[in-house]
């Protein structure tokens, strides 16, 4: 995960395991991906207003898959719930570390 910084929060999220990269930006959006990490568990569904959360059960080949979907614009990805776990405690600790400003500011 990067924090950008032009004077708005901006985050990235890298997960090269699933060659993907997915754009956060403004703090309202970032705060509720946050919060749907957080609240989403193994049995739920989650409804806010950018993202949906949700668990697909299991099959017999398969095990529970959780995800998200942006309302906006569609984009679908969905995770084992250890990696969901992970993403959880890497948003935790991205949003805890004090604010330091921009490297070119400093």
Known sequence: MRITCNGELR???EMSRKQII???R?????????SMLERL???GYWKGREFLGFVS???PDQSTRLGFRHRGNGIT???APDEW?????VFQR???LPERGCPENR
């Not at 776990?85 to 405690?89: D, I, K």
């Open 85 to 89: 776990e992970s993403l959880r405690e």
């Open 22 to 24: 997915y754009p956060l």
């Open 11 to 13: 985050m990235l999220i």
């Open 57 to 59: 059960p299991g099959v």
């Open 26 to 34: 403004g703090h309202p959006r970032i705060r509720e991906f946050a």
């Open 41 to 43: 568990g193994l049995k």
């Open 94 to 96: 991205a949003l805890a």
């Open 77 to 79: 990805i969905s995770f």
